[in-house]
């Protein structure tokens, strides 16, 4: 297992960038077996009916599920990107902070298969999914471009050259 630094909450939500600022994604534990991140829904979360739009469940999903595969391989200088998100949709929510919760099940040298859920502040549960991911080795492309890690970050914030 990977060992972390103290201050691996601060680097994460340093680095948050992009979609996972948008959402006002923050997370709250990050440890080998266990990642937890939170949302607080706002109108921006909200689709035309009023209910948080699938897309935020989706890419809670999807991040807790990356960062967790991204900084298991992070020591061996690997990375990893998603191949497939399945996300069920399972009770409708219009307000609140929502917690997702990711943990691994499968952590193979090629492949990983993560599993998340979220729950309401009612710690209902409202969705459900996985993520699985391919192992990219050193110097490995994705997009036409080198997957290389970010110096000044951890793990899951890499970019391409």
Known sequence: MPTFPDNVLDL?????????EAM????????????????????????PYGLVHGGVYAGMIETLCSTGAALTVWEENKSTVGLENNTSFLKAVR???????ARPLVLGKRSHVWEASIHDD?????????????????GAQ??????EMQTNAIGPNSHYT
């Open 24 to 47: 006002g994604l923050r997370f709250v534990k990050a440890t080998p077996e266990e990642y937890i991140a939170e949302v607080n829904i706002t109108d921006r979360h909200l689709q």
């Open 122 to 138: 009612e710690n209902r549960l409202v969705a459900a999914g996985r993520v699985r991911l391919l192992v990219l080795e050193p």
């Open 142 to 147: 994705a997009a036409g471009a080198k997957v």
């Open 95 to 101: 307000g609140g902070r929502l917690r997702c919760t």
């Open 12 to 20: 994460l939500n340093a680095n948050m960038g992009g979609f996972n």
